[in-house]
């Protein structure tokens, strides 16, 4: 079971992008979990069905089937300690 099976798209923050890469001409675009629920029928839609039937949204391409990441734009600072 990967992350995608586990994970449904409502369980996203709006803090987080997700990230989705056609398979076939290699598209790149970003969107909010609010607008990708905006676009689906139900609410309890998981990851792995997302990525099964959205369609690449350039033109001429409009490829069904995308490869899915989660982008976290929380603050990632590090340690700031020192070693002796």
Do not use: Y
């Amino acid at each position: 079971m990967s992350w995608r099976e586990d994970m449904s798209l409502r369980d996203l923050d709006d803090s987080v992008l997700i990230e989705s890469t056609c398979i076939r001409c290699l598209h790149t675009w970003l969107q909010s979990p609010t607008a990708m629920l905006i676009k689906v029928d139900h609410r309890d839609v998981r990851m792995d069905e997302v990525a099964a039937n959205l369609a690449c949204p350039k033109l001429g391409c409009r490829h069904v089937g995308v490869r899915l990441e989660v982008i976290r734009n929380e603050d990632t600072s590090g340690f700031v300690g020192g070693m002796p």
